[in-house]
């Protein structure tokens, strides 16, 4: 099978071989092809030649096949690339953070640049490291690949090295983890550009922008109520939404899929027993954690283990160094006396950014205080130097100027000590998706790893206190006689959450 696109033809020299399978009750074999589009088209004429060639070749058995579109696509192939130089190129791969790669395609052609220290860059070049890189993604992607290495330049003085962080804690810990490679995808709802899949087991939080897989077992369809206001009259009206248990070696996770009114006729192809992936988000409700999708696809998957490398601890703080808490409100807190026993130490934050998107814009404050056995014990407060300048609208709000953080550390310096303060805690913020969410984006370019359990207080304070007309927190913090002076400032902002958290949970 080794040879066989070259038996084929020049005229089928673009295709893949992927594998072929062979059914002994049947005595087919079946062989898969990938194939890029921009290349070739597979029309019903040209799959009727390549299965004559095929039977012609193996006259024992009939003949069929299967292909899969590999298209170049600038966001896969970011991550593959990342992926594989931490798998297969471990001396690459120190200190290599995933926006150190950036992919151009153009066409079949990807032109990738990769971002490396000055002695891992020498090294790189002299061992032409380049070509290996191009021989072992062109074993899976159908591309004209160039790599070229540029070398990264120390632009804040010659103790960057002594003095980063990110280099004095650069060992870092290999963690083996269960992945799935999806294979022969067929798109059923929205896009299927992915080609892994975690176990779903390992999930113990609200994440966002997970793929899992599985078989579809006790499929249902439902509806339910949704009211509205047209033209001031309140009209309802239904909506269809599924639920199912996806199943896989017997582990199950329950999932609900809404689709949208474009979504309907093809979800009506979801049925028991086919084999899919799902991209979506968990959320935990009623202290049971389950999972909203947003896309399916038909798949193969196949178990494998993924090593990712992620950071360690460090031994002490550099940058931001937190402070002792003392205050004489604490024993007034309880309108009686605390007898809970306080099992887990807890870091309430809350962060200032740029803007609302924390894929395009930057944390500019960071504040926390941790909690331990009742008490609030400890702050973390700093300033962060944004690699842009703070919009006026954003001044306005949390009256931070540019003038304020143009002093501070850059983040790079600042989250390995907010690592530091947050390991062995329970995280707690108000809302406390939106700060996650800018703290995973930074954390994963830089290789930590926040998979600390979390509480939202927005949550309890709706499962706790009934008739506010919101639950900002200031409305929260009226209601509980919580003092908030200067609200959208990190550290304010996070002492009355800490105070609100402690009230309520």
Not at 216 to 242: D, H, Q, S
Not at 332 to 346: A, G, P
Request: net charge negative.
């Amino acid at each position: 099978m080794i040879n066989i696109v070259k038996d084929l033809g020049e005229k089928f020299s673009s295709l893949k071989f992927n594998n072929a399978e062979y059914s002994a009750s049947q005595n087919l074999v079946t062989v898969k092809f990938l194939y890029n589009p921009d290349l070739i088209d597979i029309t019903q004429e040209n799959i009727g030649e390549i299965k004559d060639k095929l039977k012609s070749m193996l006259e024992f058995c009939d003949i069929d096949v299967k292909f899969t579109k590999c298209v170049v696509n600038e966001t896969v192939l970011g991550t593959y690339i990342y992926m594989t130089l931490i798998n297969n190129f471990p001396t690459l791969s120190k200190n290599l953070n995933s926006n150190d790669i950036t992919v151009e395609c153009s066409g079949i052609n990807a032109k990738v640049k990769i971002r490396l220290r000055p002695s891992i860059y020498d090294y790189a070049v002299k061992a032409k490291k380049e070509i290996e890189i191009v021989n072992k993604l062109t074993e899976n992607f159908i591309a004209e690949f160039s790599v070229q290495f540029e070398k990264l330049q120390d632009d804040i003085g010659t103790n960057f090295i002594d003095d980063n962080i990110e280099f004095q804690n650069s060992i870092k810990m290999i963690d083996e983890k269960i992945l799935y490679e999806l294979t022969n995808k067929v798109e059923l709802i929205g896009s299927a550009e992915y080609n892994t899949a975690i176990d779903f087991t390992t999930i113990d939080r609200e994440m966002k922008d997970v793929v899992i897989c599985g078989e579809i077992k006790f499929l249902e369809k439902r509806n339910y109520t949704k009211t509205a206001m047209k033209n001031g009259k309140e009209i309802k009206y239904e909506k269809t939404f599924y639920t199912f248990s996806l199943n896989n070696e017997n582990k199950h996770i329950n999932v609900s899929f809404f689709p949208r009114a474009k979504e309907l006729v093809r979800a009506e192809s979801l049925e028991n027993n086919l084999k899919v992936a799902i991209k979506g988000y968990t959320k935990m409700y009623k202290d049971t954690l389950s999972f909203t999708a947003d896309s399916i696809c038909l798949c193969e998957y196949t178990k494998m283990k993924g090593k990712t490398n992620k950071k360690s601890v460090n031994e002490k703080y550099h940058t931001v160094f937190p402070e002792k808490y003392e205050d004489f409100e604490q024993s007034s807190l309880f309108d009686t006396t605390d007898t809970r026993v306080w099992e887990k130490d807890f870091v309430v934050f809350d962060t200032e950014t740029t803007g609302l998107d924390c894929k395009t814009n930057e944390i500019i404050e960071i504040g926390a205080v941790k909690i331990s056995k009742g008490k609030i014990i400890s702050t973390f407060s700093t300033f962060v130097h944004p690699d842009k300048d703070i919009p006026a609208e954003i001044t306005e709000i949390t009256h931070i100027t540019n003038d304020m953080v143009k002093d501070a550390p850059k983040i790079n310096y600042i989250l390995p000590d907010f690592y530091k303060y947050c390991y062995g805690c329970v995280l707690v913020a108000q809302n406390i998706s939106f700060d996650m969410g800018f703290i995973d984006a930074i954390s994963k370019k830089m290789g930590y790893e926040f998979n600390h359990e979390q509480i939202d207080t927005l949550t309890l304070a709706r499962q706790k206190i009934l008739g506010l007309k919101n639950f900002k927190l200031g409305t929260i913090c009226e209601k509980l006689g919580i003092s908030l002076q200067g609200a959208h400032r990190a550290i304010n902002d996070v002492l009355a959450t800490a105070k609100v958290f402690l009230k309520l949970y």
